[in-house]
């Protein structure tokens, strides 16, 4: 079964900082790149970072760059997305998700996990 398991979300103050996991199963991790998305009630799924297994290519969107890191550990089949100089305005459920590694970002995914809430207090 194909399983993407998101971990490590809860409450955190701004201007701190939280790892969030994503532990992949069921599915040649190495053959995939791995994204992470967020949404906050009432917006559309936000793109955060992706990045290739293979090889550790990786991309940020704006609103995150300099801030998060997306890392693999290709041994555990898991990707991480440390989250450094938190803001109220990343409160959101982030989810994590496989696609094709063709391209960054993916310009589809096929697995999608259940996703994990992130919340920034001011």
């Known amino acids: 079964e194909v399983q993407l398991v998101e971990s490590g979300g809860g409450l955190v103050q701004a201007g701190g900082s939280l790892r969030l996991s994503c532990a992949a199963s069921?599915?040649?991790?190495?053959?995939?790149?791995i994204g992470w998305f967020r949404q906050a009630p009432g917006k559309p799924r936000e793109g955060v970072s992706c990045?290739?297994?293979?090889?550790?290519?990786?991309y940020y969107y704006d609103s995150v760059r300099g801030r998060f890191t997306i890392s693999t550990d290709n041994a555990k089949n898991t990707v991480y997305l440390q989250m450094n100089s938190l803001k109220p305005e990343d409160t959101a459920v982030y989810y994590c998700?496989?696609?094709?590694?063709?391209?960054?970002?993916?310009?589809?995914?096929?697995?999608w996990g259940q996703g994990t809430q992130v919340t920034v207090s001011s």
């Open positions: 990045i290739t297994s293979s090889d550790g290519s990786t």
């Open positions: 998700a496989a696609g094709p590694p063709t391209e960054l970002p993916p310009p589809y995914y096929d697995y």
């Open positions: 069921g599915f040649d991790f190495d053959d995939y790149a």
